[in-house]
């Protein structure tokens, strides 16, 4: 089979103890997993993928970097609780309160987004209430410590671009 001829996404599959790396080759709705590839590894696999769990949907990864780059959603949501415990509604406030209201996320982008921070553990729901007057129905998050180790991270890699593009920008004052 000519590798070159088809697009592909690369996927461990895990059968049991053992791991298997596989091809899975994309096309009118079909996945072909028989295929598979001695050069194909989880380090030439995108980061993304992985965060999707396209690759990966264990929860096995602990290194920070491997979560990296963060949506921008995911990432407003993580700096957010870095405050503290919040429910859905008092995140979305926080997320546009920290833009200054340039970023604003709805309903649905929230809930999506916590959905999947919360299935790669960077975060958790909380059982603790801020006051016993609270409405019940409210759902309270809160960072894991990936999750803090995953927003520092990513805080860190847009600390070192903004050092590149002012300095880019800027010769000789960055």
Not at 3 to 28: L, T
Not at 37 to 64: E, F, Q
Not at 83 to 102: K, P
Request: aromatic content about 6%; glycine content about 8%; overall charge neutral.
């Amino acid at each position: 089979m000519a590798w070159d001829r088809y697009r592909f996404v690369v996927a461990v599959v895990e059968c049991g103890d053992e791991r298997r790396r596989a091809a899975v080759v994309w096309g009118f709705g079909r996945m072909d997993t028989s295929l598979s590839h001695p050069d194909l590894s989880l380090d030439n696999i995108s980061v993304i993928d992985r965060l999707l769990g396209v690759v990966n949907n264990s929860k096995a990864s602990t290194d920070p970097r491997s979560f990296l780059p963060l949506s921008q959603a995911q990432f407003h949501v993580l700096v957010a609780l870095t405050a503290g415990d919040r429910h859905g509604y008092a995140i979305m406030g926080a997320v546009e309160e920290s833009s200054g209201g340039v970023v604003r996320i709805g309903p649905a982008t929230l809930y999506g987004t916590l959905h999947k921070l919360v299935e790669h553990d960077l975060v958790e729901e909380s059982d603790r209430r801020p006051s016993t007057d609270d409405d019940a129905r409210r759902r309270y998050y809160r960072l894991t410590g990936l999750g803090r180790n995953v927003c520092r991270a990513e805080a860190d890699r847009l600390a070192a671009l903004v050092t590149i593009t002012r300095s880019n920008l800027e010769p000789g004052l960055a």
